[in-house]
């Protein structure tokens, strides 16, 4: 029988922790929210795996059905809330398989029972929870840094061509930014490349043109924003380099499939 489901919601669902009793009672995968499983073996207690689930992933279980234990699912608004966007295995990254769990090896057992007593802290602290109690957000990021500490992260492998080189460094200095908005020509600047060459590498080796990297680390830094602070729509936008408030407002809506101010009745909870 599952087990009781605990919520913390806003004007949306920002966090939900279910504990289960058997492998088909895990919640399904969804497109928008990451996923953290943790399951103990029915016959062997010893035996547990944690697996990082990005959006729309499946796992891969080797316990079969016979296993208990919670899942943590949560959107990347919770990521940006905690300032987690960058953790390893949450965000991307060249070697994660989605799916691949981590066994009992001794790097695991060590830490699980600090890991399970976090997952049920944060379930009872949902059910508990008030506006403006950072007490959750501040759970769920200790769980999501003891989390990262266990999954080693791979090299990046080394770039195979100048193309991938300047696409690389490129992407460096895009996240090094943060809410430093900048133009493709600022970007070739500080790279020593010219414009188009820059443009040309870019939708060669992504497939996209540099303006959409810069816009995706705007909207996120824009989002970090609205969720995490009282700021208005215009502090924002001038904090991200907008002077036109129709632009940013237009820009926000089409990235982030609604309104300033629908997205922070969605998901500020401060």
Request: net charge positive; aromatic share 10%.
């Amino acid at each position: 029988m599952t087990g009781e489901v605990s919520s913390l919601h806003a004007g949306a669902s920002l966090l939900q922790v279910q504990q289960v009793q058997t492998w088909a009672e895990f919640p399904e995968s969804r497109a928008t929210s990451y996923r953290i499983l943790w399951t103990v073996n029915s016959m062997d207690k010893n035996m547990r795996q944690l697996f990082v689930l990005p959006p729309g992933s499946a796992p891969n279980p080797t316990f079969g059905q016979n296993c208990s234990g919670y899942s943590v699912s949560f959107p990347e608004e919770m990521l940006l809330l905690t300032g987690c966007r960058h953790f390893y295995p949450f965000a991307s990254s060249p070697g994660y398989q989605p799916g691949q769990p981590i066994s009992a090896t001794s790097t695991l057992a060590k830490n699980s029972i600090a890991i399970e007593r976090l997952i049920i802290n944060l379930s009872r602290e949902c059910r508990n929870f008030h506006s403006g109690d950072m007490l959750v957000p501040g759970l769920l990021k200790v769980l999501l840094v003891s989390i990262s500490r266990l999954f080693q992260q791979p090299e990046s492998p080394a770039p195979e061509n100048d193309d991938n080189r300047l696409f690389q460094r490129f992407m460096k200095l895009v996240s090094e930014c943060g809410t430093d908005r900048k133009g493709i020509q600022e970007y070739a600047a500080a790279l020593s490349v010219k414009t188009d060459v820059l443009t040309e590498t870019v939708r060669k080796v992504s497939g996209h043109p540099a303006s959409h990297h810069i816009y995706e680390q705007t909207i996120r830094a824009a989002k970090q924003a609205a969720i995490s602070s009282h700021a208005s729509m215009k502090e924002v936008a001038y904090g991200l380099g907008f002077r036109d408030m129709a632009h940013f407002s237009k820009f926000f809506r089409n990235k982030a499939g609604m309104t300033f101010s629908e997205y922070k009745r969605a998901y500020q909870i401060m």
